[in-house]
């Protein structure tokens, strides 16, 4: 926009003075039903009286085919009469009127042509611009002459040499430097240098608006939590008819990052009481249709979401953050979260990538009852394992399943023409199991900046060229350059994870540039039926100590629902809750996920684990429920 800007400038500038005549068409847009005269033409004037001189004398006289120009006609005039001032002025006036007006219109053209990129419309307008200059010009120059006291014909001559390019007379060379202003400039030339000034700063203060506006909306989508600026509010979930039971989970759930890896804001300023207040919402909550299903490997499939009522998904999410699927299975309302896979750029759908887990009770449902047309409730989104291309380089490194939440920044970062180096570590059980890898090559190859590199665990037998082993030290070294000072992202089952950030410590990396999400069974989650172990003796003062019963020492009240129950210093906000039937969001149940914060009304917690809990929500009152004990009473905001 801002080439075309200083185009219109620089033209209507340099080539004032170039043109002859007016174009009808422009003027007639303001005037319907009149078209102004020429450059160098008069419009019949009413009650202009003849001169008395004799044969054709007079303004209009011996029009024989219409009206003779306007400076030809002060030619016949050899002096400044009063009738002739009259004639003239008029004429002038409404030559600055005209010009004025097409000035005005094309700019507003010119401001409109360039807002849509019309390159034939811009011309246009700055013909119309310059033809509104000749204009005003003429009927500036005309006062001046007159005002200066000079013959009407020494006013043709002047104009006449002044669009010849001719040097003009000492006489005209007087009167040209009476109305000098400043730097030798005339004050014709100053006001339109004004006009054309005021103009370029008006379009350039709205464009720096526009993108304030777009930078607004960007930060407030950034913030993880927020919901979206527009589109339907979020319900308050149904409570559940029983205490949900949790499920062991499967291999794609997304946990976010550890809080102390999150990046403090440039800017930090106070949070409000709405922006307190917003933190505690929970996510967007409803129900999204399958559109499609797509086998990646023998065991993983991928699940593409649509709106039910068509158009875009009903919330907007970062690269990285997951969705929550709730289910009815065996009596039992079942939980499962799983990293969404898609860039958000791709607004009309969403995917999540899934891998059939013999003890997920919702990984086995969808890849075994779940069908394209059926209907699934979803929470989304949440999590803050996130990345929107804030930093020059990015190294991202998954194993397994855990390339979900990767594919979602590499697809995102490949949409927005990321300029900066991204590189994409893979592990894998076998070139088989090698999850993305058809599409992964092909963004290789449109993206010079994305450099992928893969290792496969077992080889033997394949195809596979390439790197086997781990995802090592030597591995890692070998395909990130200058690692020590890049940012990484790190997913993955907890072992190879606990690996790779041993190898990334000792290259170097510091470990508030590492982020981290673990999948895999979770913490103080059951797992399912196991062969029995044999009985281990148990001293006598350890089974006196287990048969002490739980006794609760103070109480929990939950404001929204009005209940309250009481709560044992090892149990947690989350439990009590669940014991009185209060429904209360959860996903992983052990402080990574943050799918079950609320607000703390009253009291002090402490929580073991708060992966899920960015600083400024903590500072804000917020706690993660699943992680909350207290030995005083509470009260929370459920």
């Known amino acids: 926009m801002r080439q075309w800007l200083l185009a219109a400038v620089l033209g209507a500038w340099l080539t004032g003075a170039a043109a002859a005549q007016v174009a009808p068409g422009d003027h007639s847009a303001h005037h319907p039903g009149q078209a102004p005269p020429a450059a160098g033409t008069t419009a019949p004037m009413p009650g202009a009286a003849p001169q008395p001189t004799g044969g054709c004398g007079g303004m209009m006289g011996c029009m024989g085919g219409g009206p003779r120009p306007f400076y030809a006609t002060l030619l016949d005039m050899p002096a400044l009469t009063p009738e002739a001032r009259r004639i003239i002025e008029t004429e002038a006036e409404r030559r600055i009127g005209w010009g004025s007006q097409a000035v005005t219109s094309g700019g507003a053209r010119l401001h409109h042509a360039l807002a849509a990129n019309d390159d034939l419309a ?14 005003l010009e003429s009927g500036t120059a005309a006062l001046r002459a007159v005002e200066a006291g000079a013959a009407p014909r020494q006013i043709a001559l002047a104009w006449f040499r002044d669009q010849l390019a001719l040097p003009p007379t000492q006489a005209a060379a007087t009167a040209m430097t009476m109305d000098e202003g400043p730097w030798g400039l005339s004050w014709y030339h100053l006001t339109t240098m004004a006009f054309l000034v005021a103009f370029l700063l008006g379009t350039l203060a709205l464009q720096f608006g526009r993108m304030r506006r777009v930078s607004g909306l960007v930060a407030r989508l950034a913030r993880p939590g927020t919901a979206p600026a527009s589109g339907p509010p979020a319900p308050p979930p149904a409570p559940a008819p029983s205490p949900p039971a949790p499920e062991a989970p499967a291999a794609a759930v997304a946990m976010p990052v550890a809080a102390a890896a999150v990046p403090a804001p440039a800017v930090a300023p106070a949070p409000s009481p709405a922006a307190a207040t917003a933190a505690a919402k929970r996510p967007w909550s409803g129900t999204l249709r399958v559109a499609a299903i797509f086998r990646e490997t023998p065991s993983v499939k991928t699940f593409r979401l649509v709106d039910p009522g068509g158009g875009d998904v009903p919330f907007t999410f970062m690269p990285g953050q997951f969705l929550t699927f709730s289910a ?7 939980r499962r979260s ?18 059939r887990e013999e003890q997920g009770l919702i990984s086995r449902h969808l890849h075994d009852r779940v069908a394209v047309g059926d209907s699934l409730e979803v929470s989304a989104p949440s999590g803050v394992f996130t990345f929107m291309g804030e930093e020059a380089s990015i190294v991202l490194i998954a194993g397994g399943v855990g390339i979900t939440p990767m594919m979602s920044v590499a697809r995102y970062l490949a949409d927005r023409a990321y300029p900066g180096e991204i590189f994409f570590l893979c592990g894998a059980r076998s070139p088989e199991e090698f999850v993305f890898r058809e599409e992964l090559e092909y963004l290789q190859k449109r993206h010079p900046n994305l450099h992928v590199a893969a290792t496969m665990s077992r080889a033997e037998g394949t195809a596979w060229m390439g790197s086997t082993g781990p995802v090592s030290k030597d591995f890692i070294a070998r395909v990130v350059p200058d690692i020590a000072r890049r940012r990484v992202h790190l ?3 907890p072992p190879m994870m606990e690996a790779v950030k041993a190898a990334l410590a000792e290259l170097g990396v510091p470990k508030e540039q590492v982020r981290t999400e673990a999948f895999g069974p979770a913490r103080g989650v059951v797992p399912g039926p196991a062969a029995p172990l044999p009985p281990v003796p148990v001293p006598a003062e350890v089974a006196a100590a287990a048969a002490v019963p739980r006794v609760a020492t103070a109480e929990v009240r939950f404001a929204r629902s009005g209940k309250a129950g009481a709560l044992a210093p090892d ?3 989350l439990e009590a809750a669940e014991a009185i039937g209060v429904p209360i969001d959860y996903s992983c149940r052990v402080g990574i996920c943050g799918a079950c914060k609320v607000r703390l009304l009253e009291g002090s917690v402490t929580m073991e684990v708060e992966e899920g809990l960015p600083p400024d929500e903590k500072a804000q009152g917020v706690i993660l429920a699943c992680q909350a004990k207290s030995v005083g009473n509470l009260v929370v905001e459920a």
């Open 491 to 493: 997913c993955g089952p």
């Open 571 to 573: 149990q947690t906000v």
């Open 338 to 355: 799983y990293t969404i896979a898609s860039s958000p750029t791709r607004r009309s759908y969403v995917e999540v990538t899934v891998r």
């Open 122 to 135: 811009v011309r246009q307008a700055i013909t119309g611009l310059r033809e509104g200059l000749q204009m």
């Open 328 to 334: 009815e299975l065996d009596g039992k309302t079942v």
